[in-house]
């Protein structure tokens, strides 16, 4: 079975410029998460949904961020306009309460904002 | 409060020798979940193992094995005979009252020198 997907894996950009970041989450599952992973602060929560429809943003950092899941099978995170101190790994997951309640990540996406 | 402590920020070992990854987790629900999750070198999050709160059954497979008290708070995770491919960040993560949401700790970064 495919995993969580997430495109790109690598993606340099130049402050102020537009980056979106995808994610196809595992088949059948109802939960997608996304996170940030930094030095500073670790593994950070940013914005979780439950079949497609936010739950909880509080951790996303500013209104340059902006999350969306159209569908069941694609979400991305979007950054408008981005800084340099948005650079860091994102990850995206997914899970199936009720169930296993395990989250599965994808490779993540190495953000570099120049 | 939901919160999860990794101390040992790095740990160093020769290969064949056995090395337990410390985890003290705090919450006040009686209900929650423990996990372990490897992050390798090519920076993926790997889903190692999940324990609920009223199982506290020792778990081995294979090299790996996890000692979950919940008298001292702790779920350790040993790794036996340990070898170079073990080398990651190991990260433990907790979630209680919103089993949605995760509580990483800070992860425990394994060197195995050959």
């Known amino acids: 079975d495919a995993g969580v997907i997430q495109s790109p894996r690598h993606e340099v950009t130049e402050m102020g410029q537009e980056v979106t970041l995808r994610c196809k989450p595992i088949?059948?599952?109802?939960?997608l998460f996304w996170y940030r992973q930094t030095m500073m602060r670790g593994l950070e929560l940013l914005i979780y949904?439950?079949?497609?429809?936010?739950?909880?943003d509080s951790g996303m950092p500013e209104d340059r961020f902006s999350a969306k899941m159209p569908n069941a099978s694609f979400s991305t995170l979007k950054i408008q306009p981005s800084e340099p101190r948005d650079s860091a790994v994102y990850f995206c997951?997914?899970?199936?309460?009720?169930?296993?309640?395990?989250?599965?990540f994808g490779a993540g996406t190495r953000l570099s904002v120049l | 409060a939901q919160k999860v402590t990794q101390a040992q920020t790095e740990i160093s070992v020769v290969e064949k020798e056995d090395v337990t990854l410390d985890c003290v987790y705090e919450?006040?629900?009686?209900?929650?979940?423990l996990f372990w999750y490897k992050q390798p070198p090519s920076g993926e999050l790997v889903f190692l193992i999940r324990?609920?709160?009223?199982?506290?059954q020792n778990e081995i497979s294979g090299r790996y094995s996890w000692n979950f008290q919940k008298s001292t708070s702790s779920f350790n995770f040993t790794i036996t005979a340990s070898q170079v491919v073990d080398s990651a960040v190991y990260f433990c993560?907790?979630?209680?009252?919103?089993?949605?949401?995760?509580?990483f700790g800070s992860g425990t970064k394994l060197n195995v020198k050959p």
């Open positions: 997951a997914s899970s199936l309460l009720g169930k296993e309640n395990i989250q599965y």
């Open positions: 088949s059948g599952h109802d939960y």
């Open positions: 949904f439950n079949n497609n429809v936010p739950i909880d």
């Open positions: 919450t006040r629900d009686t209900t929650y979940y």
């Open positions: 324990r609920n709160s009223f199982d506290e």
């Open positions: 993560a907790l979630s209680a009252d919103n089993f949605n949401k995760f509580y």
